[in-house]
């Protein structure tokens, strides 16, 4: 796969078949992260695959509790504006808050997730480069991701369920639901780049205009 098109179309995918992901294509999932920079070489990082269904559930749980507060707490303003307006905003949060939902309400079906966690490193500098790393390979065998951080609302649960030692200093970082997509890859709509980039200095012009996606 053209580098290009990996980058271009590892968008979030929170719909995914419960199908298993194969252990070689999880296997490429955890080297490519490992080959991630990282600063010092220190590697403070460590990784978790699950897959029992069991511990998926326990997980799913959470995850559920934590939208709703998500929704009741830092979006609380959007979802209000979602639900009385018809502007173009207010439509594109209503998509977000429906794969959302579904991720909500279908946690318990996702047949691999993958934990990061780093150690005294609260700058995120090392272990989100590894776990993008993840994401594009995972892209490069037609495996859908969606990076989420919301457990941290349930941040001890979480830990206590992965079994995770604390007091080694290990914090997790986020959550990394993987799976055959149901829908198609394309290129996400963003804001173009020269209207959220500047040169030199703050409110300067980045010099040129970006005004469709530059893949294809």
């Known amino acids: 796969m053209d580098i290009r098109e990996a980058l271009y179309t590892t968008r979030a995918m929170r719909r995914v078949k419960p199908d298993p992901v194969p252990d070689d294509i ?109 994401m594009l390979q995972a892209r490069a065998d037609g495996i859908g991701s969606s990076l989420t951080s919301v457990l941290m609302f349930k941040n001890e649960e979480t830990l206590d369920v992965l079994g995770v030692p604390t007091e080694e200093g290990w914090r997790m970082s986020c959550c990394v639901p993987f799976g055959y997509p149901t829908g198609k890859w394309g290129v996400a709509k963003r804001r173009p780049a020269h209207e959220v980039s500047y040169r030199n200095t703050w409110g300067t012009p980045v010099g040129f205009e970006i005004n469709e996606p530059l893949w294809p």
């Not at 990282?38 to 269904?53: E, P, T």
């Not at 326990?58 to 009741?72: N, V």
């Not at 579904?102 to 090392?126: H, I, K, M, R, V």
Request: net charge negative; glycine share 4%.
């Open 26 to 134: 999880q296997a490429r999932i955890l080297d490519a992260a490992v080959r991630a920079p990282s600063g010092g070489n220190a590697q403070g990082w460590r990784f978790m695959l699950v897959d029992d269904k069991d511990q998926i559930a326990k997980i799913a749980a959470l995850y559920e509790e934590c939208i709703a507060m998500l929704w009741d707490t830092v979006y609380k303003d959007q979802v209000a504006h979602a639900n009385t307006s018809d502007d173009p905003d207010a439509k594109q949060f209503k998509s977000i808050m429906n794969s959302v939902t579904w991720a909500q309400e279908n946690f318990a079906t996702y047949p691999l997730l993958l934990f990061a966690f780093d150690q005294f490193d609260t700058t995120g500098g090392s272990i989100f480069p590894a776990v993008w790393s993840a």
